[in-house]
């Protein structure tokens, strides 16, 4: 007989091999019914069982394997398998990066901005199916019979196999993934809106980046505490400008999830030629690099909006680098992926790329507009401005010291001059005036 058991969004069938072990994976609750319904007509029983390791013998699996193709019935395997007395374990994917899963896919995107058109168009010219659920029914209505956004890259014309609703439950019902798109602050409204027709153990792929104003919490607390901890979340980050990915411009980016099979089934169902996702299972990591790199494109912007040099420009981006790392390094993170793509990759991106709309916010500071001009020029979203004020919050409430604006003076200036009690020439000054002291010290991390 073969046992099966669950952890959150995966099912697993299993039984003990004679001299081989395999673990067999399903992908959703469609697909494992599927599975059950194979293997009881040809007189294999599946109980349910609490354990989440069982192992499957490789006789088993290939008469399912052959049993489901005939039926054609979608079921995807991922493999481990080690010879019994081993310890050494290799693992065996169904697919590979380059080519779409072997079963049916379809993916729900939450937000219908820049970036969320962005990864709607990477799956869309691989041909997976997508919805984006955004909040007017014109333009819902202008996507599906233009295939473009009437407001944001209105140039970019999108794949045919991307559609558009305003109806939760019609872009969730199905879906076998959901990505989240819409920015930080406005994502626990929006969660708590649309929480009722996402599945419960549908996976959940975040691509918005900062801290909450009001709870401090990264994008991993506001989904659990909007959608539930029986899911697995998995979170995107890195150098990756929209227009970049909808042009087609060669992009590599990161995939951070606690359970990283998610992650891997993720990157395998995105990549392509000219989009490479990487895996980790570090999320702590690409949330703090995707949060404080915003900040640090602020100061990047304000630098040369006041016409500083090349030098004075690498030499903020590197310092605020590692105070990047420092408060990393005190929340868990790990430095492997602060020196990665979601960390300084992202603040190189988004630090000097034309693109940026931190850097463009910063620059318009530097050259003397008020916040209030800027934003009321603009409707686009650059997130590090709320960010840098929870950010300091954060660091006041989780780091130890008295002096922490020493320690983190980059991220501390910039809040003091978003919050209007200093000019971005005076904080330049006071970062130049700072005493003197080691470039890196290790006991001065926490």
């Known amino acids: ?5 669950s952890d959150h969004q995966h099912q697993y069938c299993c039984c003990r091999g004679t001299t081989h072990d395999t673990l067999l994976r399903s992908t959703n609750q469609l697909q494992f019914t599927s599975l059950k319904r194979s293997a009881k007509s040809m007189g294999i029983i599946i109980r349910n069982r609490s354990s989440s390791h069982w192992l499957v013998s490789t006789c088993t699996i290939l008469s399912l394997w052959i049993a489901c193709s005939i039926r054609s019935v979608p079921v995807a395997f991922s493999l481990s398998a080690s010879t019994s007395g081993s310890r050494s374990t290799r693992r065996f994917r169904a697919s590979s990066h380059a ?7 379809r993916v729900a995107v939450m937000g219908g901005g820049n970036f969320g058109l962005a990864l709607a168009t990477v799956l869309g010219r691989k041909g997976v199916p997508t919805t984006l659920l955004v909040r007017k029914q014109e333009i819902a209505d202008h996507l599906n019979s233009h295939h473009s956004h009437p407001k944001y890259m209105s140039d970019i014309s999108l794949p045919k196999s991307i559609t558009a609703t ?3 439950h019609s872009a969730f019902n199905d879906a076998t993934y959901v990505i989240h798109a819409v920015p930080c602050q406005f994502s626990r409204e929006f969660l708590q809106g649309v929480a009722e027709h996402i599945p419960p153990n549908t996976p959940v792929l975040s691509a918005s980046k900062g801290i909450e104003t009001s709870s401090l919490g990264f994008m991993a607390d506001i989904l659990r505490d909007c959608l539930g901890t029986d899911r697995s979340y998995a979170f995107l980050s890195g150098p990756s400008f929209a227009r970049e990915i909808c ?4 992009t590599a980016v990161v995939i951070a999830s606690e359970d990283l099979l998610l992650a891997d089934d993720l990157a395998v169902l995105m990549s392509s030629d000219t989009f490479r996702c990487f895996t980790s299972t570090d999320v702590i990591g690409v949330e703090v690099g995707g949060a404080v790199k915003n900040v640090i494109a602020l100061a990047a912007g304000m630098c040369e909006g006041l016409g500083l040099g090349t030098n004075a420009m690498s030499g903020l981006v590197t310092r605020g680098c590692a105070e990047m790392r420092r408060l990393g ?3 868990g993170a790990k430095p492997n992926t602060l020196a990665g793509l979601s960390g300084v990759g992202d603040t190189f991106g988004t630090c000097f790329g034309p693109l940026s709309r931190n850097r463009k916010f910063g620059y318009r500071l530097g050259k003397g507009e008020t916040m209030e001009e800027i934003l009321a ?3 686009e979203v650059a997130e590090g401005v709320d960010t840098s004020i929870a950010l300091v919050k954060m660091i006041k409430e989780k780091c130890r010291g008295y002096r922490l604006d020493l320690k983190y003076p980059i ?26 002291r080691m470039e890196s010290y290790d006991g001065f991390s926490s």
């Not at 007989?1 to 058991?5: E, L, M, P, R």
């Open 1 to 5: 007989h073969i046992t099966a058991s």
């Open 99 to 105: 080519n779409p899963p072997p079963y049916p896919v």
């Open 166 to 168: 305003t109806d939760p």
């Open 247 to 250: 042009e087609g411009v060669a």
């Open 329 to 331: 390094d005190t929340l």
């Open 377 to 379: 020029s603009t409707s």
């Open 411 to 436: 991220l501390f200036g910039v809040a003091e001059i978003l919050q209007g009690n200093l000019s971005p020439s005076e904080g330049l000054e006071g970062l130049m005036n700072m005493p003197m």
